[in-house]
C-alpha cells in the first residue's frame, strides 16, 4: 500500500497551487511596500512586479541586468501613485486571507477523512 504522502493526496496541486499564490502576493506586497516606503525620494521611479518577474525569469538575463532598476514600461507610471500602492496593499491582503483560509479548511477536510478512515 502506498503512503499517504507518496499518493499526494494531502498535498495535490490545489494546495500546491495555492501555495505558490500565498507566496507571490507576499511578493507582491514587498513590491508595493518597497515602492511606498520611496515615494519621497527624489528621482525614485516605482517597481513594476510583474516587469521586474518577467526580468528576473528570462533565462537570457543576467543577473546584473535584472538588478538594475528599469523604467517603468508604463509610461504613465514613472512616479509613485500612493492611492494605487495602498489599494495593490489591501487587494494583496484581502487574496492572501483568502487563500490561507480556504487552505486551512482543506486541511480540516483531509483530516477529518484520514480520521474517519476512507
Not at 514600461?73 to 504613465?76: C, K
Given at each position: 500500500m502506498a503512503g499517504l504522502f507518496s499518493d499526494n493526496i494531502i498535498f495535490d496541486p490545489t494546495y500546491n497551487n495555492m501555495e505558490r499564490a500565498v507566496k507571490e502576493a507576499?511578493?507582491?506586497s514587498a513590491v508595493h511596500s518597497y515602492n511606498?516606503?520611496?515615494a519621497?525620494?527624489?528621482?525614485?521611479k516605482p517597481v513594476q512586479f510583474y516587469e521586474e518577474l518577467a526580468i528576473a525569469?528570462?533565462?537570457k538575463a543576467k543577473k546584473e541586468e535584472?538588478?538594475?532598476p528599469k523604467e517603468p514600461?508604463?509610461?504613465?507610471y514613472t512616479?509613485?501613485?500612493?492611492?494605487?500602492e495602498i489599494q495593490a496593499l489591501r487587494d494583496l491582503a484581502f487574496r492572501q486571507k483568502s487563500l490561507l483560509r480556504l487552505m486551512k479548511i482543506k486541511e480540516s477536510i483531509e483530516i477529518n477523512i484520514v480520521r474517519q478512515g476512507k
Open positions: 507576499q511578493l507582491q511606498l516606503a520611496n519621497a525620494v527624489p528621482g525614485f525569469k528570462d533565462k535584472w538588478l538594475t514600461r508604463d509610461p504613465a512616479k509613485v501613485d500612493v492611492q494605487r
